[in-house]
C-alpha cells in the first residue's frame, strides 16, 4: 500500500493528540484503530483504543473484492461515526511496523486504511498510522496502556462451577451437552 493520505505518526505525536481537550478538534477528537489480534488487543492496549475484527471467514470473502469498512468495524455506532467523518483523527496501529510501506497489501491494518480512504470524508478526518505500532508506544508510554492482570498458573480461571470431563475444563454451559453426548455412545 502507497502513503498517499496517510499520515504517519510516532509515539510522541500520538500522546501530543491524546492530550488535547476534544473542544480543540475541528469534529469529534480522535479514535484509534488497533489491528492486533483479539487476544493480543485484550491482554493490552492503548487506552481508549477500539479492537478492528478480521476473521478467517471474511478474509476469505474479501480475496475477489475490495473490503468495507464494515467487514472490519463490529460497532454499528462507531462504523457510522466513522463514514460521517465525526473524528478529526483516525489513528490505524498494529503490532510494530515502522511506516505504511513497510505493511503487505493483504495485512489488516492495509486493509483498514484502503477502507478508511474510501469510505471516511476526508474533508473532516485525517487518517493516520503509527509508526512503530502498538509495540513501539507501549515500550515508550506503558502508563497510557491497559493491562490485564495476570492470572497465576496454579489458579483456576474457570471457578468451582466448571468441571473437569474427559481430562478438559468444560464451562457449565457446556456440559449438559457434553454429558447428553456420552450418554447417548454408552447405549
Given at each position: 500500500?502507497?502513503?498517499?493520505?496517510?499520515?504517519?505518526?510516532?509515539?510522541?505525536?500520538?500522546?501530543?493528540?491524546?492530550?488535547?481537550?476534544?473542544?480543540?478538534?475541528?469534529?469529534?477528537?480522535?479514535v484509534?484503530?488497533?489491528?492486533?489480534?483479539?487476544?493480543?488487543?485484550?491482554?493490552?492496549?492503548?487506552?481508549?483504543?477500539?479492537?478492528?475484527?478480521?476473521?478467517?471467514?471474511?478474509?476469505?470473502?474479501s480475496?475477489?473484492?475490495a473490503?468495507?469498512?464494515?467487514?472490519l468495524?463490529?460497532?454499528?455506532?462507531?462504523?457510522?461515526?466513522?463514514?460521517?467523518?465525526?473524528?478529526?483523527?483516525i489513528?490505524?496501529?498494529?503490532?510494530?511496523?515502522?511506516?505504511?510501506s513497510?505493511?503487505?497489501?493483504?495485512?489488516?491494518?492495509?486493509?483498514?486504511?484502503?477502507?478508511?480512504?474510501?469510505?471516511?470524508?476526508?474533508?473532516?478526518?485525517?487518517?493516520c498510522?503509527?509508526?512503530?505500532?502498538?509495540?513501539?508506544?507501549?515500550?515508550?508510554?506503558?502508563?497510557l496502556?491497559?493491562?490485564s492482570?495476570?492470572?497465576?498458573?496454579?489458579?483456576?480461571?474457570?471457578?468451582?462451577?466448571?468441571?473437569?470431563?474427559?481430562?478438559?475444563?468444560?464451562?457449565?454451559?457446556?456440559?449438559?451437552?457434553?454429558?447428553?453426548?456420552?450418554?447417548?455412545?454408552?447405549?
Amino acid at each position: 500500500m502507497g502513503n498517499g493520505d496517510v499520515l504517519e505518526i510516532s509515539a510522541s505525536e500520538l500522546v501530543h493528540i491524546l492530550g488535547t481537550p476534544a473542544e480543540l478538534f475541528a469534529s469529534g477528537g480522535c479514535v484509534m484503530l488497533d489491528c492486533r489480534p483479539f487476544l493480543a488487543f485484550s491482554r493490552t492496549h492503548i487506552l481508549e483504543s477500539r479492537n478492528v475484527n478480521w476473521n478467517s471467514m471474511l478474509r476469505r470473502r474479501s480475496k475477489s473484492s475490495a473490503v468495507s469498512l464494515e467487514w472490519l468495524v463490529p460497532d454499528k455506532s462507531l462504523l457510522g461515526r466513522l463514514r460521517n467523518g465525526e473524528f478529526s483523527l483516525i489513528v490505524v496501529l498494529d503490532e510494530g511496523s515502522r511506516t505504511v510501506s513497510e505493511l503487505k497489501s493483504e495485512s489488516l491494518a492495509s486493509l483498514l486504511l484502503s477502507a478508511l480512504q474510501s469510505e471516511v470524508q476526508p474533508c473532516t478526518t485525517e487518517i493516520c498510522f503509527l509508526q512503530e505500532g502498538f509495540d513501539g508506544f507501549f515500550a515508550m508510554y506503558p502508563e497510557l496502556c491497559f493491562q490485564s492482570p495476570v492470572v497465576p498458573l496454579n489458579h483456576s480461571v474457570y471457578g468451582d462451577s466448571e468441571k473437569i470431563i474427559s481430562g478438559r475444563r468444560t464451562p457449565l454451559y457446556d456440559q449438559v451437552s457434553t454429558i447428553l453426548q456420552l450418554q447417548f455412545h454408552e447405549k
